[in-house]
T-cell receptor
């Protein structure tokens, strides 16, 4: 299967703590995108990182990409209750489809 | 707000019926893709349309079909509905094909087949 994999599947933390989610994939990629999904709703785009980039920041989010290990990580710093959601990585080869993993479910309690 | 709008938001159909889901892409985006997301799973690619032509297809049977219109809006049609078709259907748009652009998703259409 070409499906990506996120790790851990579930993560529970307290407000103010950092949350780290990892993603692994199996093929060469053009880019990798991270999305957030609140329960029962659509996907919100967070960050796109290209295959020639190693790190990107957006507000409290930091994404890294290691193409030699075929892995990426998403770090959310100083988490808030509103960050409670499922997080997905999705990657694209040269083709048309985004390939998703099963996601990491993050729960942030106050 | 992604600029990708989908309708309807929720619908219930009976097994064997047909359904049409609609999507308006973000302004300036000529590429629309459809994904199926079963409960507890990641989205699965159904197909993509670029300038009114199908430009790629995932592992879905022919009873899943689509259209893209000159204004780049799109429809997903599913015939002979099965219980396993119950899922969230997501539309996504981007400015081009080839996988180099940010892909934006709508809020989805929840389909329940009974």
């Amino acid at each position: 299967s070409q499906q990506g994999e996120e790790d851990p599947q579930a993560l529970s933390i307290q407000e103010g703590e950092n949350a780290t989610m990892n993603c692994s994939y199996k093929t060469s990629i053009n880019n990798l995108q991270w999305y957030r999904q609140n329960s029962g709703r659509g996907l919100v785009h967070l960050i796109l990182i290209r295959s020639n980039e190693r790190e990107k920041h957006s507000g409290r989010l930091r994404v890294t990409l290691d193409t030699s290990k075929k892995s990426s990580s998403l770090l959310i710093t100083a988490s808030r209750a509103a960050d409670t959601a499922s997080y997905f990585c999705a990657y694209n080869q040269a083709g048309t489809a985004l390939i998703f993993g099963k996601g990491t479910t993050l729960s942030v309690s106050s | 707000e992604t600029g990708v709008t989908q309708s309807p938001t929720h619908l219930i159909k009976t097994r064997g019926q047909q359904v049409t889901l609609r999507c308006s892409s973000q302004s300036g985006h000529n590429t629309v893709s459809w994904y199926q997301q079963a409960l507890g799973q990641g989205p699965q690619f159904i197909f993509q349309y670029y300038r009114e032509e199908e430009n790629g297809r995932g592992n879905f049977p022919p009873r899943f079909s689509g259209l893209q219109f000159p204004n780049y809006s799109s429809e997903l049609n599913v015939n002979a509905l099965e219980l396993d078709d119950s899922a969230l259907y997501l539309c996504a748009s981007s400015a081009g094909t080839g996988g180099r652009d940010t892909i934006y998703f709508g809020e989805g259409s929840w389909l329940t087949v009974v």
